[in-house]
Structure formats: structure tokens, C-alpha cells
T-cell receptor, first 115, second 111 residues
Framework: DTGVSQDPRHKITKRGQNVTFRCDPISEHNRLYWYRQTLGQGPEFLTYFQNEAQLEKSRLLSDRFSAERPKGSFSTLEIQRTEQGDSAMYLC?????????????FGPGTRLTVL | AQSVTQLGSHVSVSEGALVLLRCNYSSSVPPYLFWYVQYPNQGLQLLLKYTTGATLVKGINGFEAEFKKSETSFHLTKPSAHMSDAAEYFCAVSPGNQFYFGTGTSLTVIP
């Protein structure tokens, strides 16, 4: 068990560019979550997957954001036409998906800086 | 609606002193409550959680928290602070699949 991994750890981009982040969950975890964390704030829920199905999306997830989990394993989060307000830490978490509530295990995050 | 309030964005304690980090929640359903710790440039690590049963929950690194329904609180405590406890602490409430986090409390331990 290597834990949740995220790639890249840091990304600097210019406003208007597209970026894509990858998350590899703990193997056998069915659920995968994306959060955004800005400085001085707690993580804010963006979206989550049960296997390959995207079951819930936050209002924070504008139409410039898209997330996929095509084979129910790794997931990607793409941001199109980045804006300075997108600068944040993007966290991925996974869980077994058993029961109503199960423990979420977080990755180290991808820090995005939009210039 | 679900929300979490963490009183005190910064807490400083002396090494060996009691640590008390406050968390109050609002939940329209029976809450599931969590405390996570975040070290610099790292992801969140679960300290402890309350789902059902015993209201005093013990976690890793000597931390514990008590669920008090009448006070809608889930404060985190540790009897004796260690230098390695310096980090950001987040309380979270979950009605199910989604987590709602507080804004965090930064703990400083003074030698």
C-alpha cells in the first residue's frame, strides 16, 4: 500500500492555459474525491467518483473544470482557460467505499500557481 | 446543512502542556466527525473519527476527542504537547459521502 499519489506536485502556468492533474488512489479503493484548498482555508469538496461514475459535483466546479475516472482506477482533473483565482492546492482522496461513511485517505496534493 | 467552526485559527502551547483545539459543528443529520492533521507540504492524515458508539474517541499520537451532542462540539485534546505536534489541524463533518472541513487551527509548540 503506497498511499494516494498525485502528479505533479507543483504546477506553474500562465493565465488562459489548460492544466491536467492526475491522482492514483489506493488500490482496491472504490471512491475517489477531489478537493480544493486555498491558503488559510480548509479543503473544499469538488467532486467524487464511485468506481468510474461521477456521482456528485460541487457548485465550485465550474464548466472550466472536468474530472474523469475512465477505468475506475486513476483520475484526472482538468482546468481549462486557467484564471488566477484557480491558484490553490488540489487534493485527491480515496476510500474503500464501504458503508455510509468511510475514511478518506488524502494524497500530498498538487499546488497550482496561475500567473 | 452541514458546517464546521474551528475557534482559534492559531493556538500556541508550551511543550508538555495540554493541547485543546475547538470544533463545533452544525448538521441536519446525525454527524460523522473527523479530525485530520496536515504537516507542511503534505496531505491530510486522519487523527481520529467518531461515527457511532462511545463518545470519547482515541486517535493516533496520543490525541483524543469527545463528541458532545448537547454542545454540538468535537474538541480535540492531548494531555502533553510535543514539538512534533506542530501542524495544521482540521475538523470535518460528514453526513455521508461529502466532507465539510473547518478553516483549520495552526498549532505552535513552544520549547
Amino acid at each position: 500500500d503506497t498511499g494516494v499519489s498525485q502528479d505533479p506536485r507543483h504546477k506553474i502556468t500562465k493565465r488562459g492555459q489548460n492544466v491536467t492533474f492526475r491522482c492514483d488512489p489506493i488500490s482496491e479503493h472504490n471512491r475517489l474525491y477531489w478537493y480544493r484548498q486555498t491558503l488559510g482555508q480548509g479543503p473544499e469538496f469538488l467532486t467524487y467518483f464511485q468506481n468510474e461514475a461521477q456521482l456528485e459535483k460541487s457548485r465550485l466546479l465550474s464548466d472550466r473544470f472536468s474530472a474523469e475516472r475512465p477505468k475506475g482506477s486513476f483520475s484526472t482533473l482538468e482546468i481549462q482557460r486557467t484564471e488566477q483565482g484557480d491558484s490553490a492546492m488540489y487534493l485527491c482522496a480515496s476510500s474503500l467505499g464501504q458503508g455510509v461513511v468511510d475514511t478518506q485517505y488524502f494524497g500530498p496534493g498538487t499546488r497550482l500557481t496561475v500567473l | 446543512a452541514q458546517s464546521v467552526t474551528q475557534l482559534g485559527s492559531h493556538v500556541s502551547v508550551s511543550e508538555g502542556a495540554l493541547v485543546l483545539l475547538r470544533c463545533n459543528y452544525s448538521s441536519s443529520v446525525p454527524p460523522y466527525l473527523f479530525w485530520y492533521v496536515q504537516y507542511p507540504n503534505q496531505g491530510l492524515q486522519l487523527l481520529l473519527k467518531y461515527t457511532t458508539g462511545a463518545t470519547l474517541v482515541k486517535g493516533i499520537n496520543g490525541f483524543e476527542a469527545e463528541f458532545k451532542k448537547s454542545e454540538t462540539s468535537f474538541h480535540l485534546t492531548k494531555p502533553s504537547a510535543h514539538m512534533s505536534d506542530a501542524a495544521e489541524y482540521f475538523c470535518a463533518v460528514s453526513p455521508g459521502n461529502q466532507f465539510y472541513f473547518g478553516t483549520g487551527t495552526s498549532l505552535t509548540v513552544i520549547p
